[in-house]
């Protein structure tokens, strides 16, 4: 058979991340800091209930938007929870917010126009901008800053007309900055001057620490027409297997987006959707024990990396990562974590994964218990220790 793969295939970057999770997992005595996803499994009352629907035999498609009732409570949280008032037309349910992303960007892209993202930044946003033909413009986020959005530097980057969207990231993967209300109105008023769609991940909402507010951009005066907002089951109730996210936007672009969502999935899994109405419906008290449980994890992470000679770690104040600096070993990221891997039998991911300004840096998940991170951290101060190589500033 000849090649008939896709250019637009061949041209998507390789995934380190696929490879060293795979390593991390065959081999057991590898500790993994490697996860994007909580390691507690779903509350009780939510697998309790995805039995409880499976017996009632609702085993068939939901309608592309999502079910009538599932979205009704969405907007219910929308409103009390992150001050987004809207109504269930505006809603749109996925399979995941990975979906939302793509499915928002095929409706708003065209091939040549360009949306604003940021670098690092969660490595699904590249990828998925560029398949389309569009162009990503990177605004590079800087350690020295606080890894925090300047809006001057995006004004200098966008092309009039034909960047379309931005996306931002708050509480941010991999580096865990929380973006603050007063940049969130920078951000709104530069959307609203340059007529340029804001697309708001907010998958880490509920995980912030050290008294930080998350607040959504999309609840600020006069954003309706201009924000699309992400949420995620996979984080805050721990349904990431469930597949099950929504976006909340501009009635236009989301009826776009349930047009697309007939060709792509029909629909988000019922049984999901179901579980997840319960989840909204049942007790919260899940997402406040995971939040202090990472918190506690939080902590120590940073102090033991920060304790090791070589590392800098900025604190991070959501999320669920730390994101230190390691170019004072003299080894760039990938090699860094190949290094760490082989000798120390921790897997972290390398900084690049998420863009280029991530070099220099290794992205450590603390969705991992207390006592292996606690182990991983002993594995790394006492690997590091041996190293022959001079060390030299941190860059
Ligand atoms: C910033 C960010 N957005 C979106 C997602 C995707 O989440 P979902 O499981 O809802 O597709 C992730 C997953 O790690 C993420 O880190």
Not at 129 to 142: A, T
Not at 189 to 200: K, P, Q
Not at 275 to 295: F, H, N, S, T, V
Request: hydrophobic letters at 35%.
């Amino acid at each position: 058979m000849r090649n008939i793969i896709s250019e637009r295939e061949k041209e998507l970057p390789e995934s380190t991340i696929g490879k060293l999770l795979r390593i991390a997992v065959e081999n057991k005595d590898v500790i993994s800091l490697g996860p994007g996803e909580p390691d507690f499994v779903s509350p009780k009352n939510i697998i309790r209930s995805a039995k409880k629907w499976l017996d009632k035999s609702y085993t068939h498609y939901s309608p592309p938007g999502g079910r009538q009732e599932f979205r009704e409570a969405i907007t219910k949280k929308l409103r009390k929870e992150n001050k987004i008032k809207t109504k269930p037309e505006n809603i749109i349910v996925t399979s995941g917010s990975t979906e939302a992303i793509l499915l928002a960007l095929m409706c708003m892209v065209d091939p040549g126009e360009s949306v604003v993202i940021t670098d690092p930044g969660f490595l699904a946003y590249k990828p998925s901008i560029e398949v389309l033909n569009g162009k990503s413009i990177c605004i590079p986020l800087h350690e020295k800053e606080g890894f925090r959005l300047d809006v001057e530097k995006i004004k200098k980057k966008i092309v009039p007309k034909k960047t379309n969207a931005m996306i931002i990231n708050t509480p941010c993967n991999p580096t865990g900055t929380v973006m603050t209300k007063r940049e969130l109105e920078e951000i709104a008023d530069f959307a609203v001057e340059n007529e340029v769609l804001v697309i708001s991940d907010e998958a880490y909402e509920k995980f912030v620490y050290d008294n930080t507010r998350h607040i959504s951009i999309g609840s600020l005066n006069g954003m309706e027409d201009y924000v699309m907002t992400l949420h995620s089951f996979s984080k805050t109730y721990a349904m990431a297997g469930f597949r099950l996210g929504y976006a909340v936007g501009p009635e236009k672009i989301i009826k776009a987006m349930t047009k697309l969502h007939i060709f792509s999935t029909i629909s988000a899994p019922t049984i999901s959707q179901l579980a997840g109405l319960d989840a909204l419906r049942g007790p919260q008290g899940c997402i406040e024990k995971m939040r202090k449980e990472y918190d506690r994890r939080r902590k120590l992470i940073v102090k033991r990396l920060n304790e090791i000679d070589g590392f800098r770690c900025v604190e991070p104040k959501g999320a669920f990562y730390a994101f230190p600096n390691i170019s004072s070993f003299g080894m760039k990221s990938l090699l860094f974590a190949e290094w760490l891997l082989k000798n120390a039998k921790v897997a972290v991911l390398p900084g690049t994964e998420f863009g280029r300004f991530g070099e220099g840096f290794i992205r450590c998940s603390y969705a991992t218990s207390y006592d292996k991170i606690e182990k991983a951290l002993d594995r790394i101060e006492n690997t590091v220790k041996k190293l022959k190589i001079r060390r030299k500033k941190p860059s």
